[in-house]
């Protein structure tokens, strides 16, 4: 078996390497005692995940993604102005702490850039227009978290956010990956050896993000006590985004005429988000453990769930 259909069933088998690697962690966590390794452990492992993320990322790809301009357009309005405003409101309607408040923002107010291309995919979206636009997600996002939060939060924000710490986890976490797996694509383009290594590193995705789940799960599941009440007040609100972001995407796709395979992939964008790739940046945040964490990883168990419908049902939808 060559190392695309390799990447292949790794892709096409993520939900449950996830679901695994959860369960594997839970176990873990009841039987080694003390979290402190595993605390420290979560950033190196995020940034080699963050890294190999990026790098599946078509960065040199973006030029072609914004030649789709009523795609593009339909992308940035359902991710950035529709669905902001359903995160406000539902945020507004199912929660008063400013603190989970701060987490349920980030995580739903932040698309995602990688295994949504797969799901896409599997539900008969316009998966490789999707993958073209993943830069300029990423980057939209990056550009417009702080004006979110600060729209939502207002002062409040400051007493959640320092600078400093919020600052050094964004460049060493995600700039910095970010920055890696670009230089590593332009190597990859002009060298065999390149090729063969971004090839390689193209096998560890899933492997890396099912490592991050089992490291944070450890770290955060002794202490989840204090945080199960918060995990508790979050999951309504993410059963009912889930339900409600891709009928929105679908809807603003339509509306822009756009075909059926690429309405698709507006709304699977617009209901996956990018749990992992954010929390760095709650972690960043002073007290964070455990409630953040915990709450990230709530909407990421949610959103897997939820990919298994959507691959069904979105695959439905405006059939031709």
């Known amino acids: 078996m060559n190392v695309e259909n390799i990447r292949s069933q790794l892709e096409e088998r993520q939900v449950?390497?996830?679901f695994a690697a959860v369960v594997i962690a839970a176990i873990a966590a009841m039987l080694i005692p003390g979290t402190t390794a595993a605390e420290a452990a979560i950033n190196p492992a995020l940034a080699f995940m963050l890294y190999v993320t990026f790098l599946q990322v078509p960065l040199v790809e973006l030029g072609q993604a914004l030649k789709q301009l009523r795609f593009m357009a339909a992308l940035l309005i359902s991710n950035f102005i529709v669905i902001p405003l359903l995160v406000f409101t539902l945020v507004g309607v199912f929660l008063d702490d400013p603190m989970l408040?701060?987490?349920?923002?980030?995580?739903?107010l932040a698309p995602c850039i990688d295994y949504v291309v797969t799901f896409a995919h599997l539900g008969r979206a316009d998966a490789r227009l999707l993958l073209a636009s993943t830069p300029m997600l990423l980057i939209a996002q990056m550009l417009m978290l702080p004006l979110y939060l600060s729209l939502m939060l207002g002062a409040e924000v400051?007493?959640?956010?320092?600078?400093?710490?919020?600052?050094?986890?964004?460049?060493?976490?995600?700039?910095v990956?970010?920055?890696?797996?670009?230089?590593t694509q332009l190597f990859a383009q002009r060298s065999?050896?390149?090729?063969?290594i971004s090839s390689y590193l193209g096998l560890t995705p899933v492997p890396a993000t099912a490592l991050v789940l089992i490291i944070v799960i450890i770290a955060v599941l002794p202490q989840l006590g204090t945080a199960l009440a918060s995990v508790r007040q979050v999951l309504p609100l993410y059963v009912t985004y889930a339900?409600?972001?891709?009928?929105?995407g679908w809807w603003i796709a339509r509306k822009a005429k756009l075909a059926s395979a690429s309405?698709?992939?507006v709304a699977f964008s617009s209901a996956t988000r990018n749990s992992l790739v954010v929390l760095p940046l709650a972690l960043a945040v002073p007290g964070?453990?455990?409630?953040?964490?915990?709450?990230i990883v709530a909407q990421t168990l949610v959103e897997l769930i939820s990919e298994l419908v959507y691959v069904r049902v979105i695959a439905r939808w405006g059939q031709e």
């Open 16 to 18: 449950a390497i996830y």
């Open 101 to 108: 408040r701060l987490g349920v923002m980030l995580v739903l």
């Open 158 to 175: 400051a007493n959640y956010i320092e600078a400093g710490p919020f600052v050094h986890a964004f460049v060493w976490l995600i700039a």
């Open 177 to 183: 990956p970010l920055f890696l797996a670009g230089i």
């Open 192 to 196: 065999r050896t390149g090729k063969a």
């Open 243 to 248: 339900v409600l972001a891709p009928i929105c």
């Open 263 to 265: 309405s698709r992939a």
């Open 288 to 295: 964070a453990i455990p409630v953040l964490p915990a709450i």
